[in-house]
């Protein structure tokens, strides 16, 4: 695999683009894998590092690490404590509203229910002349979204709940719409990105932010979409340098 896309570095702070299907570190639930975003970084670096959140394997984006135990511990504080912005682009069936609120309670996996809030914001939307089932068309929309609160595959949950899936998602997400993009356009990944994050540095005090640029695979869907936009209107609407 060729070196990571590392994309803001300190003395405490460590951030990468990862790539889509790049799992965070080792997992029972994902015995197949034998490349993980914690050793590659670890090797390029000739340091260890420690992953002070996380992102799912499917998920590409801003994934930040810590160079040190003190400061990871000050990183995972704020996100537990909400005061981490973040910030994700996805690519969503049908047309969702301009703008959007979640309040969604999310059930962990022993059955208590936790609050989890999203907001979210339509950039962009397309309609397709691909017939699907019943409807002579296909719409898709992208979306800018803000997790508030930082449940397991909150997102994912969320543009389910309303009915506006993410392509991609094979546990949340709609069937039809996964086997039609992998038939037609070759395209398996879970066209979910996270876009930026934004904090105050745990050790200096200053306000970081931190931002991706899409994947390929991203970008290709976009193309499909027909979402080309001038380089400098995508910089503005997308968030990226």
């Not at 050793?39 to 801003?62: E, M």
Request: aromatic residues 8%.
């Amino acid at each position: 695999m060729p070196l990571l896309d590392i994309i803001f570095r300190d003395d405490d702070l460590v951030a990468i683009n990862k790539p889509h299907g790049l799992l965070v570190h080792r997992s029972p639930i994902a015995a197949d894998a034998e490349e993980f975003a914690l050793q590659l970084l670890r090797d390029q670096l000739g340091r260890h590092v420690y992953p002070v959140h996380r992102l799912d394997r499917k998920t590409a984006g801003v994934l930040l690490f810590a160079l040190n135990k003190d400061t990871e511990k000050l990183m995972q504080q704020q996100f537990y404590e909400g005061k981490v912005n973040k910030k994700y682009l996805a690519i969503v069936r049908g047309y969702t509203p301009d703008a959007e609120e979640i309040d969604y309670p999310l059930r962990k996996e022993n059955g208590t229910l936790q609050e989890a809030f999203t907001r979210y914001k339509t950039l962009a939307r397309a309609e397709l002349d691909v017939s699907l089932g019943a409807h002579a068309t296909s719409r898709y929309s992208l979306v800018e979204a803000n997790p508030e609160t930082g449940r397991m595959h909150q997102l994912r949950k969320h543009f389910a709940h309303i009915f506006h899936p993410i392509i991609g998602d094979r546990t949340h997400g709609c069937n039809k719409q996964n086997k039609l993009f992998k038939e037609r356009w070759e395209m398996e990944t879970m066209l979910l990105h996270a876009s930026g994050l934004s904090f105050n540095h745990p050790v200096t005090g200053m306000p970081v932010h931190i931002k991706a640029a899409l994947q390929n695979e991203f970008l290709r869907v976009m193309g499909v979409m027909g979402w080309r936009l001038p380089e400098t209107e995508l910089k503005n609407q997308l968030n990226l340098q």
